[in-house]
Each structure stands twice: as C-alpha cells, then as structure tokens.
C-alpha cells in the first residue's frame, strides 16, 4: 500500500510540528518518525522540551492561543501554526493529536490514511519507502 497525498500540505504540517519542537527545546532532542499502522501512515514529532500541561494541551489547537514559556530571545507566534497544521491534516483525511508531559517535552501524531480522499493526488508525485510494507507518494493535488 502506498499513501498519494499533497506534498505541500504535508511539508507545512511537519515544518510548523519541527520548528514549534526545536523553538521549545533548548536541551536535548528532537525526532521525527514515521510508520505505517494498519491502513494508515504515522508520523511522529517528539521533543524533550519544556511540555505542556494539560490545561493548556486542551487549547494548542484554538486559533490565537500562544502559551507561555517560550525560551526568552525567541520569536512569539501568532498562535496559528497548530490550527493551520491541524486543519490541513483533516482536508488530508487526517488526524493531528498531541499528547505531552510537563517538563519532559511533547509528542505530535500526524496520522493519514493510506487512500487519498475523493480526487487523488495529481501527476507529479514523490514517493519514499517507509518499510518493506508501505510507500509514501506525495505530490500536488488536482
């Protein structure tokens, strides 16, 4: 099975997911993963920064909600990159979750399913292996 979804879409849902972990980590580390799950594509953001609480995972994903604890010299957002990313992964098909601990960092799931939603994706596609059980095609939608 292989996932064709548009690689736009995709590449600003991870970019925002790898900036927001590298800008709240300021020891140790950041992974991105990806794997396939039944009928579906993983890809995992996972940090060991500073966390967030659960009052606050509540809210990461409402527009304009910037919380505190941004290392001091770094830039403030507007408080849109996660709705965007979230937003973006449902027209995929998808589902964006995060799941964090406060003070031991934070793990964004983006989970796609392997058949693009109605359309398909376009004529230029990439396609990377992901293991012996799954391809990963993106390209531009129609």
Do not use: W, Y
């Not at 966390?51 to 604890?69: N, P």
């Not at 408080?79 to 799941?99: N, Q, R």
Request: net charge positive; proline share 4%; hydrophobic share 35%.
């Amino acid at each position: 099975p292989s996932l064709r979804s548009d690689r736009e879409k995709i590449k600003e849902i991870l970019l925002n997911l790898v900036s927001n972990a590298v800008k709240f980590t300021s020891r140790g580390s950041v992974s991105l993963g990806i794997r396939c799950e039944g009928r579906r594509v993983v890809m995992q953001v996972t940090d060991t920064g500073i966390g967030i609480s659960g009052d606050d995972l509540d809210r990461i994903f409402q527009r304009f909600t910037q919380l505190d604890g941004a290392p001091s010299g770094s830039v403030r957002g507007t408080g849109l990159g996660l709705p965007i990313a979230k937003t973006l992964a449902g027209m995929l098909g998808g589902v964006l979750t995060a799941s964090s601990v406060e003070g031991r960092g934070s793990t964004f799931t983006l989970s796609l399913p392997l058949a693009f939603p109605s359309g398909g994706a376009g004529d230029s596609t990439a396609e990377t292996n992901v293991n012996d059980h799954c391809r990963v095609a993106a390209g531009a939608t129609g």
